[in-house]
């Protein structure tokens, strides 16, 4: 059975940086494509940055030349590199694992405080 669990989170002063990775159990060559979403209290989750097999990204507007996405195959892993952080960057922050059936991780909590 295929689990993502991801790992990283925690609470950092605006400006800061957090490393979210999301280890997958089996192999990550099993998706076309990783990506990390995010749900903010009161509000509908939202994708933040997704990185094809082959290596193409994108991402949202918001994060744009702050966030980076990337993704070791070998390791079986993706990883979300989180830099300039905002206050309004706080939601819990999932993986997920898109191919012929979608996975979820549980999630990591990230709060940026003022």
């Known amino acids: 059975q295929v689990r993502l669990v991801e790992s990283g989170g925690g609470l950092v002063q605006a400006g800061g940086s957090l490393r979210l990775s999301c280890a997958v159990s089996?192999?990550?060559?099993?998706?076309?494509?990783m990506g990390w979403y995010r749900q903010a209290p009161g509000k509908q989750r939202e994708l933040v940055a997704r990185?094809?097999?082959?290596?193409?990204?994108n991402y949202a507007d918001s994060v744009k030349g702050r966030f980076t996405i990337s993704r070791d195959n070998a390791k079986n892993a993706v990883f979300l590199q989180m830099n300039s952080l905002k206050p309004e960057d706080t939601a819990v922050y999932s993986c997920?694992?898109?191919?012929?059936?979608?996975?979820w991780g549980q999630g990591t909590q990230v709060t940026v405080s003022s």
């Open positions: 990185i094809s097999s082959g290596g193409t990204t």
């Open positions: 997920k694992g898109e191919g012929n059936i979608d996975y």
């Open positions: 089996g192999s990550i060559s099993s998706f076309n494509t």
